[in-house]
């Protein structure tokens, strides 16, 4: 990071010497802070901004572990260092979930530095827009036609929207967008909606006579508002108004500027009906909905779900700096049944803690550990497996399903498929099957 002074850490510490202690610490050397004082405070204070976490374990309310857990969930790319009086078996069990570091209190000055900025070097190796073309990967029609009108949206300037359920790799999108697009050469700044104050929000947008905006900040580039029904419905006209003609004026101020930002602003919300309850201005609506894109769920693709898994090993794999990852047909067929709720950010979650524990390289069944979801049921499990695929991957997957349903009795599958048991063993030599019989 070459401006520390713009980096937020977030603090999770209830022992307020320590707390401040750590504070002190990160603000002597330009962080800035976020100070949460128990594990409820630093849920509710997580945002996109936040750059690294440090986390004590045991804090009242939400304990240290749930926030890894959360953490991880909904912002997979922050950089979690455990800062805790916890024993070894805690740091084992932090580093397993997903925490970047473990330092034991009381912690030095320079250990804390130093760890705060490998997290963060890391993660910067790591943030190369890979989510971006993740969003693309496969060969289905729901991949094609979203790569198609992700590439229309290039074509036009002037608002846009992103819609999707949570995990879905909104905010990925708008990186990627930003990064082809007109304002690639200027800054990309990310206002989290849900997370600033509603009386301050006005002067965090537009600034003030003091200190600019994020809307100034954004100059020449791109300006994302995550969670965008979550923003203050006076601020909402005042954005919607500055939609129309790229005028504004700082809080308190009389004077009119301009700036040239492109807006994207994202959503898991349905606008319309937040309209129908008041709880969203129509006017900002029908500016900002110039053009939607509507980002697919995981389930909605599974068809690509091999391909996106592939992509997801090479890169757990290549950062921690071992063998390839590979994966199981039965771990593989498990994935597929799923429903996904949490859409591709679950899917990493997943397989990145499977493969902690794969032995040789190979994620299996066994290592597998999902949430309480609903399994795709037969019927939507069918249509969701084979919609978009070429007819003869459609026809292997028959033929594989077929001969494991009859324990590989190939005069059996052979009856099933309503073929001879001639082409039964011509189809198993042509897909390269003899090991499934």
């Not at 007109?182 to 509603?198: H, K, L, T």
Request: charge should be negative.
């Amino acid at each position: 990071m070459n401006n520390q002074s713009e980096t937020f850490v977030l603090v999770a510490e209830d022992e307020p010497t320590t707390a401040l202690q750590l504070k002190r610490i990160l603000e002597k050397a330009e962080f800035n802070v976020l100070s949460a004082r128990d594990g409820n405070e630093a849920v509710r204070l997580m945002n996109s901004e936040v750059a690294v976490v440090c986390l004590d374990l045991h804090m009242p309310g939400t304990s240290g572990f749930d926030c890894i857990k959360f953490m991880q969930r909904e912002y997979p790319k922050t950089p979690i260092v455990v800062v805790s009086s916890g024993d070894t078996n805690d740091a084992v069990k932090a580093m397993k979930r997903g925490a970047f570091w473990f330092l034991q209190k009381p912690v030095a000055a320079d250990d804390l530095l130093r760890i705060v900025r490998e997290s963060l070097e890391q993660a910067g190796k790591n943030s190369d827009n890979h989510e971006g073309f993740i969003l693309f990967l496969g060969e289905s029609a729901t991949a094609k036609q979203f790569a198609d009108s992700v590439s229309k949206s290039l074509e036009v300037e002037g608002p846009l929207l992103l819609v999707g359920e949570s995990g879905t790799g909104k905010s990925h999108l708008a990186r990627y967008i930003h990064s082809h697009g007109r304002q690639s050469g200027g800054p990309f700044v990310v206002v989290p909606c849900s997370s600033i104050n509603a009386e301050t929000f006005d002067e965090y947008l537009f600034g003030t006579s003091e200190h600019p905006g994020k809307l100034e900040a954004a100059e020449g580039g791109t300006l994302l508002l995550e969670d965008i029904c979550a923003m203050p419905g006076d601020t909402q006209l005042k954005l919607a108004s500055f939609l129309e003609d790229s005028c504004f004026q700082r809080v308190a101020e009389t004077e009119e500027r301009r700036a040239d930002v492109r807006v994207i602003a994202s959503t898991s919300k349905n606008l319309e009906r937040h309209v129908s309850d008041q709880l969203f201005k129509p006017d900002l609506l029908y500016r900002v909905k110039r053009m939607t894109l509507q980002l697919p769920t995981l389930r909605e693709r599974i068809a690509d779900l091999p391909a996106i898994t592939k992509s997801l090993l090479d890169k757990i794999g290549g950062r921690r700096g071992g063998e390839p990852l590979g994966i199981s047909d039965d771990a593989l067929r498990a994935l597929t049944r799923y429903d996904w709720p949490g859409n591709l950010r679950e899917l990493e979650n997943v397989l990145e803690h499977a493969s902690a524990f794969a032995s040789e390289n190979t994620i299996h069944l066994s290592n597998l550990v999902m949430e309480d979801s609903p399994a795709l049921n037969p019927e939507d499990s069918s249509r969701l497996l084979l919609g978009g695929l070429p007819l003869e991957e459609i026809e292997r997957r028959a033929i594989i399903e077929t001969l494991r349903l009859v324990n590989g009795n190939k005069a059996a599958a052979a009856r099933n498929l309503g073929i001879s048991e001639r082409s039964i063993y011509n189809k198993i030599k042509r897909f390269g099957l003899s090991d499934i019989v």
